[in-house]
C-alpha cells in the first residue's frame, strides 16, 4: 500500500505554541497534499506541495518535502483553539496522479 | 455556491438491505471519488471516476457499486455482501485536466447497521 503515515498519531498543545506533524510514505509521487477535518465534518484542503519543491508557505502554514526520505512535515505557527481537528496527508499515485491515498491522521488539540 | 453534496448525512440500515448513498457536484469536475473512514482511521479509497461512463475500484471494493451517468453524480450502494458496512462515507472530486490535484469534500454521511 502506498498509504501515508502521520506521525504523532494525536497531539496536545497550548494555544500560541506551534504545532509539528509529519508524514511518511513509501513510493514516488507526484505531489503531496494536506488536509484538515474538523470531527464529523469533511476535509479541506490546506496546501499541496509539488515533488520538485522543498517548502512551501500558506498563512500560518509552512509545509516542507524531502523525497528522499519519502517524508513530510507540517508546521503551523502560534496556533489557535480553532486550529483544533485532525490533519491528514495525501499523497498521489505515480502512475495515476488522480488517485490519492491518505494517512491515518493526527489529531491536534489546541487549548485555550 | 459551487460545492458537493452528500444525502443523506445519517443513515441507519438493518442488515441485509441495500442502500444508496448520493453524491452530487456542481463544481464541472472531471474527476469523482468514495472513501470510507472508520472511527480514528484514515481515508480507504472505495471506488474513482475519472470520466463519465467509466470507474475504477479503489483498495477496498468489495461489496460496494457505483454508477457514473451524468458528470455531476456519482452513488454509491453499499450491498448487503459488504460485511462492516458501519462508517463514515466521504465523497470527493477533482479537476482533471490542468489540475492541481486538490480534492474537494462533501460533508460525509454517516451510515449505521442495525
Known amino acids: 500500500s502506498q498509504q501515508g503515515e502521520e506521525d504523532p498519531q494525536a497531539l496536545s498543545i497550548q494555544e500560541g505554541e506551534n504545532a509539528t506533524m509529519n508524514c511518511s510514505y513509501k513510493?514516488?509521487?507526484?505531489?503531496l497534499q494536506w488536509y484538515r477535518q474538523n470531527s464529523g465534518r469533511g476535509l479541506v484542503h490546506l496546501i499541496l506541495?509539488?515533488?520538485?519543491?522543498r517548502e512551501k508557505h500558506s498563512g500560518r502554514l509552512r509545509v516542507t518535502l524531502d523525497t528522499s526520505k519519502k517524508s513530510s512535515s507540517l508546521l503551523i505557527t502560534a496556533s489557535r483553539a480553532a486550529d483544533t481537528a485532525s490533519y491528514f496527508c495525501a499523497t498521489d499515485a505515480w502512475v495515476n496522479f488522480n488517485k490519492f491515498y491518505f494517512g491515518s491522521g493526527t489529531k491536534l488539540n489546541v487549548k485555550p | 455556491d459551487g460545492g458537493i453534496t452528500q444525502s443523506p448525512k445519517y443513515l441507519f440500515r438493518k442488515e441485509g438491505q441495500n442502500v444508496t448513498l448520493s453524491c452530487e457536484q456542481n463544481l464541472n469536475h472531471d474527476a469523482m471519488y468514495w472513501y470510507r473512514q472508520d472511527p480514528g482511521q484514515g481515508l480507504r479509497l472505495i471506488y474513482y471516476s475519472q470520466i463519465v461512463n467509466d470507474f475504477q475500484k479503489g483498495d477496498i471494493a468489495e461489496g460496494y457499486s457505483v454508477s457514473r451517468e451524468k458528470k455531476e453524480s456519482f452513488p454509491l450502494t453499499v450491498t448487503s455482501a459488504q460485511k462492516n458496512p458501519t462508517a463514515f462515507y466521504l465523497c470527493a472530486s477533482s479537476q482533471r485536466q490542468g489540475s492541481t490535484g486538490e480534492l474537494f469534500f462533501g460533508e460525509g454521511s454517516r451510515l449505521t447497521v442495525l
Open positions: 513510493t514516488s509521487i507526484n505531489n
Open positions: 506541495i509539488r515533488s520538485n519543491e
